[in-house]
């Protein structure tokens, strides 16, 4: 059972280039998570999606950031005209179960992120 | 307004010694969740353990345990015999549902390092 998948691993942009991140949830996962880490941090929420809604973007800029979560396909984070601010570890998580008052949550399980450097 | 404390940035742990790595939390909610990640030098993040508000015992996980203090609103992570392999980031994490929502909130981190 393949575990949460990011590509690329390592992704190298120019001031004002667009960078794409992509992440295949685990198997019968449903729920999509974006994280951002940025240098000597702890990671911040970002944006929660399921197929094809966003439930909460609370924690994107914004501008210049954007995510979806197609009925086909993995989960797209994409961020135009990057800045040098944008570089960090950008790390997806899912999961098969969204929170309803009164029961537990269920683990998010990560990828192993996404370390994107803006030159 | 929830929050995850660690206040320890680093730790230091003699091989096959205990370590405790401290975390506070700040919630109004009364079901809740708490994990602990541990992040390598390699960077991807690994769950350890999960602590339910409801679980009326400390969950344990091998060499891990949670040490949970309710009306402490503390969850302090345990590790037993440490293992040069310890050596890592460690955040505590805790669940936030809102509605509709579910997002982890992190910590700043504490950096484990075990001396052989």
């Known amino acids: 059972n393949a575990g949460v998948m990011q590509n690329p691993r390592h992704l190298v942009r120019r001031r004002g280039q667009e960078a794409r991140l992509r992440c295949s949830p685990m198997k019968g996962h449903s729920h999509v998570y974006w994280y951002r880490q940025l240098p000597e941090e702890g990671l911040k929420f970002m944006v929660y999606?399921?197929?094809?809604?966003?439930?909460?973007e609370s924690g994107m800029p914004k501008e210049r950031f954007s995510a979806e979560f197609p009925k086909e396909g993995p989960s797209i984070l994409r961020i135009q005209q990057v800045v040098r601010g944008d570089s960090a570890a950008y790390f997806c998580a899912s999961s098969d179960f969204s929170g309803t008052s009164g029961r537990e949550p269920y683990e998010q399980y990560f990828g192993p992120g996404t370390r994107l450097t803006v030159t | 307004a929830q929050k995850i404390t660690q206040t320890q940035p680093g730790m230091f742990v003699q091989e096959k010694e205990a370590v405790t790595l401290d975390c506070t939390y700040d919630t109004s909610d009364q079901s809740y969740g708490l994990f602990w990640y541990k992040q390598p030098s390699s960077g991807e993040m690994i769950f350890l353990i999960y602590q339910g508000s409801y679980d009326e015992q400390n969950a344990t996980e091998g060499r891990y345990s949670l040490n949970f203090q309710k009306a402490r609103k503390s969850a302090n992570l345990v590790i037993s015999a440490s293992q040069l392999g310890d050596s890592a980031m460690y955040f505590c994490?805790?669940?936030?549902?809102?509605?509709?929502?579910?997002?982890?909130?992190f910590g700043k981190g504490t950096k484990l390092t075990v001396n052989p």
């Open positions: 999606l399921q197929k094809e809604n966003i439930i909460d």
């Open positions: 994490a805790m669940i936030l549902t809102q509605g509709g929502s579910e997002k982890l909130v």
